[in-house]
Each structure stands twice: as C-alpha cells, then as structure tokens.
Nanobody
Framework: QVQLVESGGGLVQAGGSLRLSCAASGRNLRSGTMAWFRQAPGKEREFVASIRWVDLFTAYADSVKGRFTISGDNANKKVYLQMDSLKPEDTALYYC???????????????????WGQGTQVTVSS
C-alpha cells in the first residue's frame, strides 16, 4: 500500500511560479515511476510530467514543456513539480501518482498508475 500527500498549491497571478510537493509512504518505490496529472473542472484528467526512478528519465506534456520541471528525491520518497510562467489555463487540481513498475511506455496514461493522492488546487489568475 502506498499513500501520497500533495502540497504547495495556491493562488498565483499569471506569469508567477509555484512548487508542488508529493510525499510518498509505504512500499519501496525505488524501481517505479512517479507522475503529476491535473484535472480542470469539466475536463478529463491529463498527464503533466513523470519521472522514472531507475534512470531518472523524465517526460512532459507538450503544454508544459519549458515551463514545468519535475524532480525527486527517491531516498526520501518525494517528488516535486516546479511550475514557472504559469498561465490561467494551468488552473486545475493537481494529482501525484505512482506506478510501482519502471514504465517504458504509457507514462502519460491515467490507467498506468497504481496509487493517487487527493490533489492540491492550483489557481492562476489573469
């Protein structure tokens, strides 16, 4: 069993920055993949970024490339999402997720992940 707790969300003006954190507890996650997803009201949950622990491979959605950076501390089971140059369209509930396997493909799929946090709200005002 894995528990995930997100923090760091808030209200920020367009062009500003936020740093989200996700703390994981439970099973050994050293060989897995952790990711951030987001869901805006009335929309489906979408992939934002992921990091694979075995080789620190990272992947990003096109909409956030160059603005968001995912990083992590596997020893302490934490993952971060640095969000810069925020836009109003980044407004959403942001979720942390864990896949217990070192995924080679499919890291952008909701169905690939085994555990989810409760989410942290990010609101970007124009």
């Amino acid at each position: 069993q894995v528990q995930l707790v997100e923090s760091g969300g808030g209200l920020v003006q367009a062009g500003g920055s936020l740093r989200l954190s996700c703390a994981a507890s439970g099973r050994n996650l050293r060989s897995g993949t952790m990711a951030w997803f987001r869901q805006a009201p009335g929309k489906e949950r979408e992939f934002v970024a992921s990091i694979r622990w075995v080789d620190l491979f990272t992947a990003y959605a096109d909409s956030v490339k160059g603005r968001f950076t995912i990083s992590g501390d596997n020893a302490n089971k934490k993952v971060y999402l640095q969000m810069d140059s925020l836009k109003p369209e980044d407004t959403a509930l942001y979720y942390c997720a864990v896949d217990l396997s070192p995924r080679i493909t499919g890291w952008a799929l909701v169905s690939s992940y085994d555990y989810w946090g409760q989410g942290t709200q990010v609101t970007v005002s124009s």
